[in-house]
């Protein structure tokens, strides 16, 4: 009988990798050659990854494979290839939150979700692009490179973790690892039409994550399937004592429960989602998506949270208070670059990091000097606090109507790259459902549910009371399992690529 023919690199999950690797039925090292075989192929046209380190990554599936051999533990992601986005601190390895003011820092310790990743068996094939400091939503305000979605290549991947998203959307990894400040896995989950998950805050340590907003930042999973990111959520979750805002609590199982579906479910669609200032095809894309929860068994009732439409204004100012004061250590004096030709101590800070961040990143930390300037603290800060307040107060009472709750991950498909490049506003609306899980601290899934009239994927989003991942898991994948998405993406408009 022969031998059946090799999975396409988007049909072999991370939990069936793992499978095969630790019961002996494949090895660590093929599956690591069969991901840098296809990163090889593709990525020249995707532009996922900033570096790769192949042969660490040999190294290191050849150890997991001399540990099954000798019948040693090789953990819940034995030989799994991951992506870490460059924000995420690797012992030894460049992080550069793809910005040129940290050209040539490597990190000198490891992020606890990287050491925890390592533990569970993962083999990181490379450090993977994003939009400098995790600032933006589409993957092109990188210092270095611009990723495409391989959906359509003329077509952003979304962002801020829109190398993370790609290299899984093209079937170079199964599982890679983000970080989500306002949206910044879910959105580009959305775009690339796969799963992408925000942990409630303090779920995950944010030891070695280079901060951006440190009052939202969370690390993630995206995969390909709800339950491959749970497995990956559960790799990376727990308390930390390296991290003080990291709950000290037990980590539930994601995957103890994940298929016993939501018969009997309250799941309530939120009144604010206005279907008819959606495209026809994302509006029923919605439509479509409350009626599969429904036929999963689950009852849809209609909640409302009035002070959802402040979200994005009150993201932006308390996301860029806090970038301004985080990104203040940079400052090419310590670490990173540091421009030449200088005369004075803030000469050296000013031309620093004139040279070294970009527009987006500028614009960002301007906006929260600002806003935290004497005389308008109270205006802008202060007010943005106020309604954060009454935000979460809402959202308490809408969790006393219903177990989740649910909208569109984000009002359209992947745009046309520089489409919004010179309209800030129009970029930041792209936030517009993912920043209120961001700014309360609430569990919040992303997942396939459909095309746009252009075949683009769109996306639905989960969102649970805090602490309550095992129930977001498992409604997603009740609703998964009740429809019919392959990650299988057409590499359109290969004549858009520039030639490397």
């Known amino acids: ?49 900033l570096e790769l380190w192949a042969d660490e990554a040999r190294e290191r599936a ?42 040539g820092y490597v990190a000198p310790y490891t992020a606890t979700a990287v050491e925890r990743l390592l533990a569970a068996g993962a083999v990181p094939l490379g450090r993977a692009n994003m939009d400098e400091f995790a600032m933006g939503s589409s993957c092109e305000n990188s210092g270095y490179q611009v990723t495409r979605n391989p959906w359509d290549l003329s077509r952003i991947p979304g962002g801020s973790s829109g190398g993370p998203a790609a290299a899984v959307a093209a079937g170079c990894v199964p599982l890679s690892f983000g970080s989500d400040t306002g949206g910044s896995i879910r959105q580009p989950a959305a775009m690339s039409g796969i799963v992408g998950f925000k942990p409630t805050y303090g779920r995950v340590s944010r030891y070695g994550l280079v901060a951006f907003a440190s009052s939202t930042d969370q690390i993630g999973p995206l995969a390909r399937s709800v339950r491959d990111a749970a497995r990956g959520y559960a790799a990376i979750a727990g308390p930390d004592a390296r991290d003080s805002t990291c709950a000290d609590r037990p980590v539930e199982d994601p995957l103890a429960a994940i298929e016993d579906g939501i018969r009997g479910w309250k799941i309530g669609s939120l009144k604010e989602v206005d279907a008819s200032g959606l495209a026809p095809a994302n509006a029923r894309c919605w439509h479509e998506s409350l009626e599969r929860l429904a036929r999963a068994g689950a009852e849809i009732v209609e909640v409302s949270v009035p002070s959802l439409e402040a979200a994005i204004a009150v993201y932006y100012v308390i996301a860029t208070s806090e970038a301004s004061a985080n990104l203040a250590r940079f400052d090419g004096l310590r670490y990173g670059r540091r421009a030449g030709g200088a005369n004075s101590l803030g000469e050296t800070y000013v031309a620093s990091r004139s040279e070294g961040f970009g527009p987006e990143v500028k614009r960002r930390i301007m906006l929260g000097t600002f806003a935290l300037s004497s005389g308008y603290y109270d205006a802008y800060y202060g007010r943005a606090r106020a309604v954060l307040e009454t935000m979460r107060n809402e959202l308490d009472l809408a969790f006393t109507r219903c177990d989740l709750l649910v909208s569109p991950t984000s009002p359209t498909g992947a745009f046309p790259i520089g489409e919004r490049a010179d309209d800030p506003l129009a970029m930041y609306l792209s936030d517009i459902y993912t920043t209120p899980a961001s700014l309360v601290g609430l569990p919040a899934l992303a997942l396939p549910a459909g095309f746009d009239d252009e075949g683009l994927p769109l996306s639905l989003q989960i969102t649970g009371r805090m602490f309550a991942e095992p129930q977001v898991f498992r409604a997603g994948r009740a609703f998964e399992a009740a429809g019919d998405w392959r990650v299988a993406p057409t590499f359109r408009n290969r004549e858009s690529v520039p030639s490397p």
């Open 1 to 49: 009988m022969s031998a059946p023919p090799p999975a396409a690199p988007w049909d072999l999950s991370a939990e069936e990798t793992a499978r095969r690797v630790a019961a002996g039925e494949t090895s660590a090292v093929e599956g690591v050659e069969a991901a840098l075989s296809r990163i090889a192929e593709v990525d020249s046209a995707i532009g996922a990854f």
């Open 62 to 103: 050849a150890e997991i494979d001399g540990h099954v051999a000798a019948g040693k533990p090789v953990g819940p992601l034995a030989g799994v290839p991951i992506a870490l986005k460059d924000n995420l601190s690797f012992a030894g390895h460049a992080v550069g939150c793809a910005s040129k003011i940290l050209e």
